[in-house]
């Protein structure tokens, strides 16, 4: 019989409280997510937009946006609770109509290596594709646009505060921007027009069509690598790996700047070989200039259950990182810890440090160490 080990046992343990908390129904919606049936309203609102990606079949619609491909009879409601079919036309009710709206600190995002110290402008609307047990920000993300307050926000009137506020980032957050594409994407193209950078702060499930035409607009991306496991993705998340991988790549190549987050979730996140296998395929696929960040999990949503991430696992995972050759990597959500502090990666002067979202510049100039002028990978102010 082969032997099980205490994080399985933990995991099954978990899995076996959450049967009971949520029942039945509760846990099998992890694993297998299904569009909503019957459940979108019969007109659009003012805050509605057909969907940029999808096909028809009769009054069928086939959305294309992201990996479920959800197929929608009228009235249906996709997976990401935005998608409806009315009339046969995919239409998305989340455009102009954030649910959250605010100025963040750069570093909040997290992006460490893009503009450190600016603020930047973040808005998110109701809905996302996954159905993630430990999300921090469900009352969003898990919610229907129709369900939700919220500002109205055009995407000409978002641009349009941004400079009024003198503000020249706008990043698409807190729920999932994937789930609202078309007010990215249109917001994107007139920010470029107006020399605002915009940001993707995303679980990076999408299909590489809608994505490609994307990266012509944005400049940065945060996308969360929820772990390095298939199972765990289907389990925990809702969702595939394989698409994320997928998105990882295609950002780097199109040219965005990318960093990379992972939760580290107790019994499910925490084990370093597939940390280590999680590295090796960032440094074989990516390279080594992609800073990587290992967030701190504090008890959330479905998953109150578990204990908070011990420090010294964090810790140890950066370690890993690092020693496989990955050259930027951050603990996360332990303010004041040193591992969320900047190094140069050839000569270990600290470049940035960092206590929460307060930062000071050490040894960084134009992007440069100063000690020993190596070329920092990221985007810096001139």
């Keep these: 019989m082969e032997a099980i080990t205490r994080r399985k046992f933990l995991g099954l343990c978990g899995l076996c409280v959450a049967s009971l908390s949520l029942g039945v129904e509760g846990l099998c919606q992890e694993t297998e997510v299904k569009p909503f049936k019957a459940d979108a309203p019969e007109k659009a609102w003012k805050w509605s937009k057909e969907a940029y990606h999808y096909n028809q079949k009769g009054k069928i619609a086939f959305c294309n ?20 079919n009315i009339n046969g036309r995919l239409i998305s009710l989340s455009y102009g ?34 159905r993630c047990l430990n999300c921090q920000n469900w009352q969003i993300s898990q919610k229907k646009p129709e369900e939700l307050d919220f500002v109205e926000l055009f995407p000409e009137k978002l641009v349009e505060k941004a400079s009024q506020m003198n503000i020249h980032f706008i990043a698409f957050t807190y729920s999932e921007p994937i789930s609202f594409y078309e007010y990215v994407y249109d917001s994107s193209v007139l920010a470029k027009k107006n020399n605002i950078r915009t940001a993707l702060i995303s679980n990076g499930f999408i299909n590489p069509t809608p994505l490609k035409l994307l990266t012509k607009y944005i400049d940065a991306a945060n996308i969360n690598l929820k772990s390095f496991s298939d199972e765990i993705y289907r389990n925990l998340n809702g969702g595939r790996l394989d698409p994320v991988l997928e998105t990882l790549e295609i950002l780097s190549k199109e040219g965005v700047w990318l960093e990379i987050t992972t939760l580290m979730v107790p019994t499910y996140v925490d084990d370093m070989e597939m940390i280590k296998r999680m590295c090796g395929w960032i440094l074989n696929k990516l390279g080594p200039n992609h800073p990587l960040h290992f967030l701190r999990f504090f008890p959330q949503y479905k998953l109150k259950r578990l204990p908070p991430t011990p420090i010294e696992v964090l810790e140890k995972a950066r370690e890993t990182a690092l020693y496989e050759g990955i050259r930027y990597v951050y603990i996360g959500n332990v303010p004041g810890h040193s591992g969320t502090n900047t190094y140069c990666h050839n000569c270990k002067s600290l470049l940035i440090e960092r206590n929460g979202y307060n930062i000071k510049i050490h040894d960084l100039k134009e992007g440069r160490c100063k000690s020993c002028n190596t070329s920092i990978p990221g985007r810096w102010q001139a």
């Design 97 to 130: 109509n954030p649910s959250a709206v605010h100025v963040d600190p750069m570093e909040k995002k997290p992006l460490f290596h893009f503009f450190p110290g600016s603020q930047i402008f973040s808005v998110g609307i109701a809905g996302c594709n996954f």
């Design 65 to 84: 946006t992201c990996p479920h491909l959800c197929q929608l009879a009228p009235r249906d409601r996709g997976v990401c609770r935005s998608k409806v």
